[in-house]
T-cell receptor, first 116, second 113 residues
Framework: DTEVTQTPKHLVMGMTNKKSLKCEQH?????MYWYKQKAKKPPELMFV???????INESVPSRFSPECPNSSLLNLHLHALQPEDSALYLC???????????????FGPGTRLLVL | DAKTTQPTSMDCAEGRAANLPCNHS???????VYWYRQIHSQGPQYIIH???NNETNEMASLIITEDRKSSTLILPHATLRDTAVYYC??????????????FGSGTRLSIRP
């Protein structure tokens, strides 16, 4: 099973709202990722968690707050977002060990976020 | 990680082989070539990867030139469901517990009936 699940599929929120995106995998992977994808653009890396610790933060604004409560779950907490933050938010996971094949990332279907 | 260059778009007739090129002239000796695709409004899907040798799996074949400066992804019998954006990525095996993928612009492949 190479499934990464994400909830919700769609989310509409106002600029003053607080919401969370959730991601889950049961492949035993120890690395999990958040990407942001604007329309007609490639995905851009936001955060990487490795063994439940934040290892990469690609200079993402603080209104995005990631959390990895355990090895299977990854959250992205959203607060005071701007309309330009509207995008597809993708979660991915990988085994988290060195070596070419073990670094293959498996992506979820994404959450489509609209900020009004 | 090395940069890749892909054509912006291509098309292919259904049932024919789709050959998607990728240039990675600055690739280093330990960098792998990965291919992902993204069907409209879905998450990227892993297709195949290789280092030096040609590779084949149930989805596609990957042909890497001897100098490793370019590669070709081959979908042997394209179907309408293969319409997607295809991303070629080169990446070193990062000897830490996580790794980064940097997506280029990709090739938009259209399969015509």
């Amino acid at each position: 099973d190479t499934e990464v699940t994400q909830t919700p599929k769609h989310l509409v929120m106002g600029m003053t709202n607080k919401k969370s995106l959730k991601c889950e995998q049961h492949m035993g992977h120890r690395a999990m990722y958040w990407y942001k994808q604007k329309a007609k653009k490639p995905p851009e890396l936001m955060f990487v968690y490795s063994y439940e610790k934040l290892s990469i933060n690609e200079s993402v604004p603080s209104r995005f707050s990631p959390e990895c409560p355990n090895s299977s779950l990854l959250n992205l907490h959203l607060h005071a977002l701007q309309p330009e933050d509207s995008a597809l938010y993708l979660c991915a996971s990988s085994q988290g060990t060195s070596g070419g094949g073990r670094e293959t990332q498996y992506f979820g279907p994404g959450t489509r976020l609209l900020v009004l | 990680d090395a940069k890749t260059t892909q054509p912006t778009s291509m098309d292919c007739a259904e049932g024919r082989a789709a050959n998607l090129p990728c240039n990675h002239s600055t690739i280093s000796g330990n960098e792998y070539v990965y291919w992902y695709r993204q069907i409209h409004s879905q998450g990227p899907q892993y297709i195949i990867h290789g280092l030096k040798n040609n590779e084949t799996n149930e989805m596609a074949s990957l042909i890497i030139t001897e100098d490793r400066k370019s590669s070709t992804l081959i979908l042997p019998h394209a179907t309408l469901r293969d319409t997607a954006v295809y991303y070629c990525i080169v990446r070193a095996p990062i000897y830490s517990s996580a790794s980064k993928i940097i997506f280029g612009s990709g090739t938009r492949l259209s399969i015509r009936p």
